[in-house]
């Protein structure tokens, strides 16, 4: 069987409150990858289209690659960034005509000045080109916005089940799965959605999500099922059809797709109380750790406003603040986003002690900059961090020593030029933090950091502290999102 495929990456989480525009510096720091030349250590988002040519190949397909761009996680996508990157994409799309299947692995929750949903643009703008008789098919991240019209434009799509995303590269083979079946006949895809009504941030590492995710896998396993997946959504994308949607995909019966999804979706309702993580105040957290004695596994405290993966600046001083304002010590945060104090440190060298004003510059949601006497206790080039398989970048690093002076009673802080949320105890390692020592880490996380620091983990604990990527979400200050939502209405539905 001889077939043609295209296929591409576009996409970003776009978090509207964040105070950083996401221009074309920001894919090109994350991935811009032109011609399938990913080299030997492909990122999370350029995997699947790893995994797609090498599968096509070994089938004797003839595999087009189209445009790779992804960018880290930061407020809405200018129009002419968004436009440039979507018009690359078709215009390779166009000159691989004539096509068997497109593949696109899209995160599904980009928002654009003018396109409130950007990659439901660019899949109508796919399908108007290919034509009806074309398969489209999708791999989303579970953060998406399931929008309608990217529902009309494709004819699969199938969304990560695990968060933190440990699942990459197994959505991209049941994808790949899928197309060979449909170009062969075997099965005709139909979707169905059902919306959940409901805004929030569910762990898959705890129950009841992980009973919810075993449930799907279960259910993929009776006739006439074909892929069950469920859009957590992303909450800080001020949209309009934001919010969870339940999505399933069946074999020609569309009936079947529609009840599946609607069951799914009310045991997703009746769990929302449960599925949302406990969140703890900075203060309590603190009391929490000062509580138990050190016995050589920390504590690990999310900051989980201040998370760069879902938009935030990464630079707050909220709960170093704190820290410092109580005189505690033994705890260590790593990264916090800083390229001027990661500079200064670089010109100083390890051993320098000094005056340096630290985070806060992004606005306030950052909260305020810090004036503090710091020791340059280490330095590292171009660290890099495991995650879902891949390496990550950290950028350059500086650890500064910024209260105490033995590792008991230290406050330490190791700050990057490179803006990425902390996802394994290498972000510490990497600059000499030994992650066993402190009694606490601090990391600049939501859940991605789950799958590396659990392990080494007394205790996880989720902060909820003020910042752009805020756990709140009665108090989103959202202008496009009208509809009623849970927890913002106690019963959207009624």
């Known amino acids: 069987m001889s077939r043609r495929i295209f296929t591409a990456c576009l996409g970003t989480e776009s978090n509207s409150f964040s105070p950083i525009p996401t221009g074309i510096s920001i894919f090109e720091g994350a991935m811009l990858v032109r011609e399938g030349r990913h080299g030997d250590k492909p990122s999370l988002f350029g995997l699947p289209l790893v995994i797609w040519r090498e599968r096509a190949r070994a089938l004797g397909w003839t595999v087009t690659e189209g445009l790779a761009a992804f960018a880290t996680p930061a407020g809405d996508t200018t129009q002419s960034t968004y436009e440039s990157l979507r018009d690359e994409i078709l215009r390779e799309l166009q000159a691989a005509l004539p096509l068997d299947a497109v593949l696109l692995n899209l995160h599904g929750a980009m928002i654009a000045d003018g396109y409130p949903d950007a990659e439901g643009d660019l899949l109508a703008r796919v399908r108007e080109l290919v034509g009806p008789q074309v398969l489209i098919a999708c791999e989303l991240d579970l953060h998406c916005h399931l929008t309608d019209q990217k529902v009309r434009s494709a004819d699969l799509m199938v969304i990560f089940k695990e968060y933190p995303h440990i699942d990459v590269a197994e959505r991209a083979q049941e994808v790949f799965d899928l197309v060979v079946r449909c170009l062969l006949g075997e099965v005709h895809p139909v979707m169905a959605v059902h919306d959940c009504a409901m805004l929030g941030v569910y762990p898959t590492t705890r129950e009841p999500m992980s009973g919810i995710v075993a449930h799907m896998k279960a259910l993929e396993r009776e006739p006439g099922v074909l892929s069950v997946s469920l859009a957590h959504g992303f909450p800080w994308g001020d949209t309009p059809e934001v919010g969870t949607r339940v999505l399933v995909v069946a074999d020609r019966d569309k009936e079947l ?10 045991q997703v309702w009746d769990s929302r109380f449960a599925i949302i993580p406990p969140f703890v105040s900075i203060d309590e957290a603190i ?10 596994r920390p504590f690990v405290l999310a900051d989980t406003a201040d ?9 707050s001083t909220f709960v170093l603040r704190r820290l410092l304002e109580r005189g505690v010590g033994g705890f260590a945060l790593s990264p916090l986003w800083d390229p001027i104090a990661t500079a200064l440190a670089f010109d100083a060298g390890v051993g320098a002690r000094f005056d340096m004003r630290i985070g806060g510059k992004l606005g306030p949601s950052s909260g305020d900059a810090l004036d503090l006497r710091v020791e340059i206790k280490g330095l590292v080039q171009r660290a890099r961090q ?5 390496m990550a970048a950290l950028g350059d690093m500086a650890w500064l020593r910024v209260a105490g002076t033995s590792d008991a009673d230290a406050v330490d802080v190791v700050v990057n030029d490179y803006r990425v949320q902390s996802f394994h105890p290498e972000c510490f390692r990497a600059v000499g933090i030994d992650p066993l020592r402190p009694r606490a880490l601090i990391v600049k996380s939501t859940q991605h950091f789950q799958a590396g620091f659990a392990p080494i983990a007394r205790e996880l604990l989720y902060v909820s502290a003020p910042g752009a990527a805020s756990m709140n979400m009665t108090e989103l200050p959202y202008r496009h999102v009208t509809r009623p939502l ?3 209405v106690h019963d959207p539905r009624a």
């Open 386 to 390: 495991p995650f879902g398989g891949t």
């Open 287 to 296: 009391d929490h750790v000062l509580a138990h004695d050190a016995d050589g």
């Open 486 to 488: 849970w927890p913002r």
């Open 257 to 266: 797709a529609a009840r599946l999804a609607k069951d799914l979706g009310e």
């Open 307 to 315: 998370n760069p993966g879902i938009g935030a600046p990464g630079d």
